[in-house]
């Protein structure tokens, strides 16, 4: 499958909304939540007046002319918050799109661009049951800890 990594522009910036929708792990058999969920303040902090705080960084992967995945960062106070140096990921891709190597590209090119921005490491937080532990432990990140529902990972970047 033909792709670019590209920053993605500040006009599309609401589109991070359908990613992080995409995002929300759904275990095998459960009901997709509704829409409505992203809407909440602990979801929101991924998104409300992106671009506009300290860390704010996000790229996409295009196909065609269609954005089909994004990965972002920033520092909040989320599930994986580190410290206030460090910015928490969030990534996803349309359904479509999964499994042809494109969110290890976006996880391996956003690693390296906060590095490029002077930051040490970043961090996410996953449910265990999630599929994508093997991808971010292939990109590098190592569990640090985790509670009975997920892991707060770390990669070092510098």
Same mark, same amino acid.
């Given at each position: 499958?033909?792709?670019?990594?590209?920053?993605?522009?500040?006009? %599309?910036? *609401?589109? !991070?909304?359908?990613? @992080?929708?995409?995002?929300?792990?759904?275990?095998?058999?459960?009901?997709?939540?509704? &829409?409505?969920?992203?809407?909440?303040?602990?979801?929101?902090?991924?998104?409300?007046?992106?671009?506009?705080?300290?860390?704010?960084?996000?790229?996409?992967?295009?196909?065609?002319?269609?954005?089909?995945?994004?990965?972002?960062?920033?520092?909040?106070?989320?599930?994986?918050?580190?410290?206030? %140096?460090? *910015?928490? !990921?969030?990534?996803? @891709?349309?359904?479509?799109?999964?499994?042809?190597?494109?969110?290890?590209?976006?996880? &391996?090119?956003?690693?390296?661009?906060?590095?490029?921005?002077?930051?040490?490491?970043?961090?996410?937080?996953?449910?265990?049951?999630?599929?994508?532990?093997?991808?971010?432990?292939?990109?590098?990140?190592?569990?640090?800890?985790?509670?009975?529902?997920?892991?707060?990972?770390i990669v070092n970047s510098d």
């Amino acid at each position: 499958m033909k792709y670019s990594i590209r920053p993605v522009r500040e006009s %599309e910036y *609401p589109l !991070l909304e359908d990613f @992080l929708f995409e995002a929300i792990f759904i275990p095998e058999g459960a009901a997709p939540p509704s &829409r409505e969920i992203i809407k909440q303040p602990e979801l929101q902090v991924y998104v409300e007046n992106f671009g506009k705080k300290q860390g704010d960084l996000a790229l996409c992967a295009v196909s065609g002319e269609k954005i089909v995945g994004a990965v972002w960062g920033r520092i909040m106070n989320d599930y994986g918050h580190i410290d206030d %140096e460090t *910015p928490s !990921l969030a990534i996803s @891709l349309y359904k479509d799109y999964r499994g042809h190597g494109i969110g290890t590209a976006l996880m &391996r090119a956003v690693i390296e661009e906060y590095r490029k921005n002077g930051y040490k490491r970043l961090s996410l937080a996953v449910q265990k049951a999630n599929h994508a532990v093997k991808l971010y432990e292939k990109v590098g990140f190592k569990i640090v800890s985790e509670n009975d529902e997920e892991y707060i990972m770390i990669v070092n970047s510098d």
